[in-house]
């Protein structure tokens, strides 16, 4: 009946979504988000997919092409540097997903680090419409991975209600260190 939290981040996107809009994947790691986020905007939207790993890129491109999907532009650099690629989307981007932590079958020594999440959510939350939203899905069991935790409640938590809603959505019964989401809605302030 409860959602588990990857089914719940990728409905949360899709909800937000419709076809022929603009959403970020800001970690695309294996691409298995880059896919869903392709399916919510329909060939006629664009997913932009960020990573700083070339073997995460390949990995993403080879799902893309096994799947006949054309509409994904990939990067291969730092989710903070969004807006050196997104320049013209003011109020267009419907939603991002942030997948935080390493790479699954990697080495474990490339993690997200708070500091660029941070810098990329604020940016992205410039170009987010009304009603959009970033899906963060927290992992926070490897090194590194608490002050990541800590650091985005800290800051998230902070954002002006009036603007933004947020939402802390987990298991709290689960051993070893559950992932949880945060999500962030933009809310339409000229209503108020
Ligand atoms: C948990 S994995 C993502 C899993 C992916 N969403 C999937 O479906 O397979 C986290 C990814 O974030 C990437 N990463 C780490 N720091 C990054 C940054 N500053 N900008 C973009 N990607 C980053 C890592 O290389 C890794 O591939």
Do not use: W
């Not at 409860?2 to 970020?24: D, M, W, Y």
């Not at 019964?173 to 339409?188: G, S, T």
């Amino acid at each position: 009946m409860l959602k588990r939290v990857i089914p719940f981040a990728h409905e949360l996107i899709q909800k937000a979504t419709k076809p022929g809009e603009i959403v970020v994947d800001a970690t695309c790691g294996n691409g298995h988000d880059t896919i869903v986020l392709c399916k919510a905007t329909g060939p006629n939207g664009k997913v932009y997919a960020f990573d700083v790993q070339k073997a995460a890129i390949e990995n993403t491109q080879a799902l893309l092409d096994a799947n006949n999907i054309t509409h994904a532009e990939l990067i291969h650099d730092s989710h903070h540097h969004v807006d050196r690629y997104l320049k013209e989307e003011q109020d267009l981007l419907a939603g991002a997903i942030f997948n935080l932590g390493y790479l699954p079958g990697s080495n474990k020594s490339v993690i997200t680090k708070p500091e660029y999440t941070l810098e990329a959510i604020n940016k992205m939350l410039a170009l987010l419409k009304v009603g959009g939203v970033i899906v963060c899905v927290v992992y926070y069991g490897h090194p590194g991975g608490q002050e990541e935790k800590d650091a985005l409640i800290n800051k998230l938590g902070q954002l002006n209600q009036k603007k933004y809603q947020v939402l802390q959505y987990g298991f709290i019964n689960q051993r070893n260190h559950p992932p949880f989401i945060i999500a962030i809605e933009k809310k339409n302030d000229k209503l108020l």
